[in-house]
């Protein structure tokens, strides 16, 4: 009976034993195919960039002539980005050459914001940390700028290693780069680490692509936003219309079919005959006219919002959906070109008035993700998410007065206190957390009611402390006190108060060097 209980399982073994080198063998093809597969990507890709480089090469042949262009490096909604050399240091080993990031922007970019894009780049460029252009060609619809290139790496790549005296460098730098570009009454608009390259070898910056920015009026702007206003791009009087925005997404243009109805309707109006004027017409055409002297006539100012005349407006008004005759208006129009995650509450609230604060804003979210080694930090899909995420992160409080400074109306489903930056760098680096000011909680204490986390590892915002303190000889997580009262300054929900990129610069966390610090503290009264 041994014996046979000994052969069956021997036997049982022997299959086992063939299963698993069955699955180690479709493992092994499986591996084999997505390598295969991977292979003929990378080569495809490789194919692709090719023949994108054959064909500007062919539209431009003075490019041809001068430089050799390697591979593509960048690529965006409007323009490509390839790397090149000049044909006469084909001889020179690739450290000894000047390498230059050349950028072919695509046919259906409008003339306008080309020429301003160049004029941004030959009126600001080339010091300050801001890019300059070393040469322009163009055959017909053919253009490319010719920029220096500097070696620089993905902000994802090295944000965890950096640590607090690199930041302020790095910081320092973007804020040189923001007060140049400001200081020419221009905003860039889409400021973000892949615009702001970094060679960490070297320290050298660079704010590239301005494909983006926009002019600043300097005429004050009437209540309640005392923002300077935006003013079309200047361009010749066959380019007076305002160009098209560089990502569609992110900026909102008429309807084709609107476009379409009001030139049906102009046509419309050409092509049918004049209706014979009634004969009260004809007594007003025979009196005399009167000329009113031109600064004797007043025109009447729109009526300003129901919430600024005191009125409560439509029944809608702050519920939770909207009414019929609320959806039959026009939306708001506003500028709102940026990249998602990086733009400040005025710009997702389609306030017209917006100015520099715009840079300012997103330069916080650098620093914020600097100091959290998390990039992206702020990652919504839409307008909607991405309130929602500022909601959370600033208290629904402090996004309801904004809102109603710039004259719109934010409702909420819920309240937010909002969200601690040093706690939550705190957390996401692993420092060691600080006691509790009043004693620890005891263990079967309920979670926080905001945040939903345990009690001692709160992160909620306290609203009796200042965001903006700076309390001297502490730090947390390697980061002193001053880099996060800094984060709030820029992170400042309303833009007449956020710090500029000039005032910044005498920040206390960029005006002076960081000493190294030996221990991590993190204490309880300062978070």
């Not at 973007?174 to 970094?198: C, E, Q, T, W």
Request: overall charge positive; glycine content about 8%.
């Amino acid at each position: 009976m041994s014996r046979i209980r000994g052969i069956e399982a021997g036997k049982v073994h022997k299959v086992q034993k063939a299963s698993l080198q069955n699955l180690e063998t479709r493992k092994n093809k499986c591996n084999e195919t997505n390598k295969k597969k991977n292979d003929n990507s990378i080569c495809y890709k490789g194919d692709v960039e090719k023949q994108q480089i054959n064909e500007l090469l062919h539209k431009l042949p003075k490019l041809d002539k001068i430089f050799d262009v390697h591979r593509k490096i960048g690529e965006g909604t409007f323009s490509s980005v390839y790397l090149g050399s000049l044909k006469q240091h084909a001889g020179l080993t690739e450290a000894e050459k000047p390498w230059f990031a050349i950028k072919h922007l695509v046919p259906t970019a409008h003339p306008a914001r080309i020429e301003h894009e160049l004029r941004c780049l030959q009126e600001m460029g080339g010091k300050h940390n801001v890019i300059g252009v070393e040469l322009c060609l163009r055959h017909l619809d053919t253009i490319v700028f010719v920029m220096p290139y500097i070696p620089h790496r993905k902000f994802s790549e090295y944000v965890g290693d950096m640590d607090a005296e690199e930041v302020r460098q790095y910081m320092r730098a973007l804020m040189v780069a923001l007060k140049h570009v400001h200081s020419f009454g221009v905003i860039h608009r889409d400021v973000k680490p892949s615009n702001f390259l970094y060679d960490r070898d070297n320290k050298r910056y660079l704010l590239v692509d301005f494909g983006l920015a926009q002019r600043v009026c300097e005429e004050p702007a009437p209540p309640p936003a005392h923002l300077p206003a935006l003013c079309p791009l200047p361009a010749p009087a066959a380019l007076s219309a305002p160009p098209a925005g560089k990502r569609p997404r992110d900026e909102e243009e008429l309807s084709p079919s609107a476009k379409r109805m009001a030139l049906d309707l102009s046509l419309g109006a050409a092509r049918a005959a004049p209706a014979p004027p009634a004969p009260a017409a004809l007594r007003r055409l025979a009196l005399p006219k009167v000329q009113i002297p031109r600064q004797n006539m007043t025109k009447t100012p729109p009526p300003p919002p129901a919430h600024w005349r005191g009125g409560g407006g439509c029944a809608c008004a702050g519920a939770g959906g909207v009414c019929g005759a609320c959806l039959a208006r026009g939306g708001a129009r506003a500028p709102r070109a940026g990249t998602q995650g990086f733009r400040p509450p005025e710009v997702l609230l389609k306030s017209p008035r917006q100015g520099a604060a715009v840079d300012a804003w997103a330069a916080g979210v650098v620093l914020a993700s600097a100091l959290a080694a998390r990039y992206p930090l702020l990652r919504a899909p839409d307008d909607a998410a991405a309130l929602a995420e500022l909601a959370d992160l600033l208290g629904t409080a402090a996004l309801r007065r904004v809102a109603a400074a710039l004259g719109r109306r934010l409702v909420t489903s819920s309240h937010r206190r909002g969200i601690c930056l040093r706690k939550l760098v705190a957390r996401l680096r692993g420092a060691a957390p600080a006691p509790p000011a009043h004693g620890a909680p005891p263990a079967h204490a309920p979670p926080c009611a905001h945040c939903r986390l345990p009690l001692d590892g709160c992160l909620c915002l306290d609203e009796t402390l200042p965001a903006d303190r700076i309390t001297p000889g502490v730090t947390i997580a390697g980061f002193p006190d001053s880099a996060f009262a800094l984060a709030a300054r820029l992170l400042d929900p309303d833009p007449r108060s956020r710090i500029s990129a000039a005032e910044a610069l005498e920040h206390p966390f960029l005006a002076h060097p960081v000493t190294s610090v030996t221990a991590h503290t993190t204490g309880s009264n300062h978070l």
